[in-house]
């Protein structure tokens, strides 16, 4: 590379104390070159990665993490065709850090290639590409394969209470998701330039939802929740949620960006109870956009469509207050229009 400065997409506080950080590390060119996606009886749940033999020596150089540095544990982590995602714990301060730590493991495996004659995984240098004994041949197929990782790792601390936990979720139900979009396609494709009412959206799901005659927002007041926590007066509260599940139970298309707490215990009843949904989203979507896990199974089934008026902002962390207001003016649109 021309420019190999050391750039992280993200810092974090404590890199070099104890900690617990994602890192997942990406083919470019998004071959599946760490093994072959296997989905038994079309059932997600039981996909699974066939390692190649260059994925296979990937994980071995990952398992070396915690060997070479005790005070590193792997919590999790998964092997897809084409990125890997891994969970370490630093489990006491360190004086390189994590991220040399990273730097050093992305700078070893991304020297790992393939050969595709005899499917051996080797180390490839650039003295063994400028290498005369090597065919034309053999050097343009060794131009292919070197690196295999040459964007750097991306990386992030967690810190949120309860983030543990949903991203080992995350990282487990990596082959689950990748099976629900390759076996129902359709619905999981970004289609740009829908309109509603004047406006353009982005959207992933079923554009069918839209179809459906009556619709209804999703909006949980402050003052009814205000009523409840300060004053202990709740039942407006209950009464709105319940009345929200009652037009769904009827056919009607609930719509909303879901944001505060009561609006999400909304949201999770509607979706155990199988209720069509249109989801407001604050960020757009990006080129290998994939639904949260709570939101999967109601897109591949149909009964959820996500719309959002942005482009996708790779490092969006947080809704801004004049952004909720914008999105549940926009839920309000959606839900007068027919």
């Not at 994602?22 to 760490?34: G, Q, T």
């Not at 296979?56 to 915690?66: E, N, P, T, Y």
């Not at 360190?94 to 020297?111: D, E, N, P, T, Y």
Request: aromatic fraction near 8%; charge should be positive.
């Amino acid at each position: 590379m021309a420019n190999d400065t050391w750039h992280w997409q993200q810092y974090g506080s404590a890199w070099r104390g104890i900690g617990i950080y994602h890192m997942i590390l990406v083919v470019p060119s998004r071959a599946p070159l760490l093994g072959k996606f296997v989905i038994p009886d079309d059932d997600p749940m039981q996909a699974y990665v066939e390692r190649s033999e260059l994925g296979k020596a990937v994980i071995h150089d990952l398992a070396q993490i915690s060997q070479r540095h005790p005070e590193i544990k792997l919590l999790q982590y998964c092997l897809m065709p084409n990125h890997l995602h891994a969970i370490l714990h630093v489990t006491a301060p360190m004086s390189q850090g994590i991220l040399a730590v990273v730097r050093g493991f992305w700078q070893g495996v991304k020297k790992l290639s393939l050969d595709p004659t005899t499917h051996k995984v080797s180390f490839i240098s650039r003295d063994t590409i400028r290498d005369t004994q090597v065919s034309s041949v053999c050097r343009d197929s060794i131009r292919l394969q070197f690196p295999i990782f040459t964007e750097k790792p991306f990386i992030r601390p967690m810190s949120t209470r309860g983030q543990l936990q949903s991203m080992i979720r995350y990282v487990q139900m990596n082959p689950a998701r990748l099976a629900t979009k390759r076996l129902k396609p359709g619905f999981f494709c970004v289609q740009h330039n829908v309109e509603i009412n004047g406006r353009t959206y982005d959207a992933v799901g079923n554009i069918g939802v839209l179809m459906e005659q009556f619709r209804k927002p999703v909006h949980v007041r402050s003052m009814w929740v205000k009523d409840a926590t300060e004053h202990g007066y709740d039942q407006p509260l209950k009464d709105y949620k319940a009345g929200c599940l009652d037009a769904a139970s009827k056919g009607i298309v609930m719509v909303s960006p879901f944001i505060s707490r009561d609006e999400q215990e909304v949201l999770h009843a509607l979706l155990h109870d199988n209720r069509y949904i249109i989801y407001l989203s604050d960020n757009g979507f990006g080129n290998y956009f994939k639904p949260s896990d709570l939101l999967l199974d109601a897109v591949a089934s149909g009964r959820l469509l996500i719309l959002s008026p942005w482009t996708h902002e790779p490092n969006k962390r947080t809704i801004t207050r004049a952004e909720c207001v914008a999105l549940n003016q926009m839920a309000e649109e959606i839900s007068a229009s027919h």
